[in-house]
């Protein structure tokens, strides 16, 4: 179970993330719909993993290694953003959240 803390920043930083990726995609991402699904942050606040829902999930990957790429400007844009909140902006970590494909497959098999 993850402290109050802990859970205020990571959806501070869900918002913020989606509106930032809602905002640059068009221009970045060439139109990509990304969706925050999830953060957590480390116990000592220095990390967070974010977990990123991509449509279309066709090319999921190649757009995982783009933000990857442009992961120091979005946690340059996250500071200007929770700079009052946040002492310390943490380090960004990106992953693919495939669950919604997950449940399609699993719907998919219990049909046959």
């Keep these: 179970m993850e402290p109050t803390r802990q859970n205020k920043i990571s959806r501070l930083i869900q918002k913020e993330l989606a509106e930032i990726f809602q905002r640059e995609s068009r221009e970045l991402f060439h139109g990509k719909m990304i ?16 977990y990123l829902s991509i449509f279309p999930s066709e090319k999921a990957d190649e757009l995982l290694k783009e933000i990857k790429q442009y992961a120091p400007k979005i946690r ?8 009052k909140q946040l002492r310390i902006i943490p380090s960004l970590d990106f992953f693919i959240d495939d669950s919604l494909d997950y449940i399609d497959h699993i719907d998919s098999l219990l049909k046959e």
């Design 35 to 50: 969706s925050v699904t999830t953060v957590r942050v480390t116990s000592d606040l220095s990390i967070a993993r974010t």
């Design 76 to 83: 340059y844009e996250l500071g200007k953003r929770t700079g």
